[in-house]
C-alpha cells in the first residue's frame, strides 16, 4: 500500500487528544498515531457495533458492551457451517445487532479476521502445554 503526504489542521483541543493517546500507547510518530486513529474510526463507522480495545497483541476488534473478539464469533460462524440460526444460538445471550456487526466486519476485513484465527489455531493444546506449562493443572 503507498502512502501520500497531506496537510493537517488539527484544532488545539484535538491535539492534546492525540498526544494523550499516543503517550497511552506509547507511540512516539505524530503521523503513525494519527493514521492508526483514523483507521479506527473508518472501520467502526462501516461496521457499526465493532471497537477497538488494547490486548496483548496490540488493538483489536472487539463486538462493542461484550468483549468479545470479532474472530471468536467468525470462528463459531464457521465451526456451525456458516448457519445464522446456529450462530445466533451459541451466542443466544449476544443481540443480534451485536452478531450482524461481527460479520458485517469481516465482510470488509476478511484478512485481517482470517490472519487471527489462522494465528489462535495454531495454539494447541500440546503447545499450550509445552509453551505455557504453567497453566496446565498438575495432578
Request: net charge negative; charged share 35%; hydrophobic share 40%.
Amino acid at each position: 500500500m503507498t502512502s501520500a503526504a497531506k496537510g493537517l489542521r488539527v484544532p488545539a483541543r484535538l491535539q492534546q487528544e492525540i498526544e494523550r493517546e499516543m503517550e497511552r500507547r506509547g507511540i512516539t510518530e505524530w503521523s503513525a498515531a494519527v493514521v492508526e486513529l483514523l483507521d479506527e474510526a473508518i472501520r467502526m463507522r462501516r461496521a457499526p457495533g465493532v471497537v477497538f480495545v488494547d490486548g496483548p497483541r496490540g488493538r483489536r476488534a472487539v463486538v462493542a458492551g461484550t468483549g468479545v473478539d470479532v474472530w471468536e464469533i467468525v470462528a463459531s460462524w464457521r465451526e456451525v457451517g456458516e448457519d445464522y440460526r446456529r450462530l445466533r444460538a451459541a451466542y443466544e445471550w449476544m443481540a443480534e445487532p451485536q452478531l450482524r456487526a461481527a460479520l458485517s466486519y469481516y465482510e470488509f476485513y476478511p484478512e485481517e479476521v482470517d490472519a487471527r484465527i489462522a494465528l489462535e489455531e495454531r495454539w494447541t493444546q500440546e503447545r499450550v502445554q509445552r509453551e505455557l506449562p504453567f497453566t496446565t493443572p498438575r495432578p
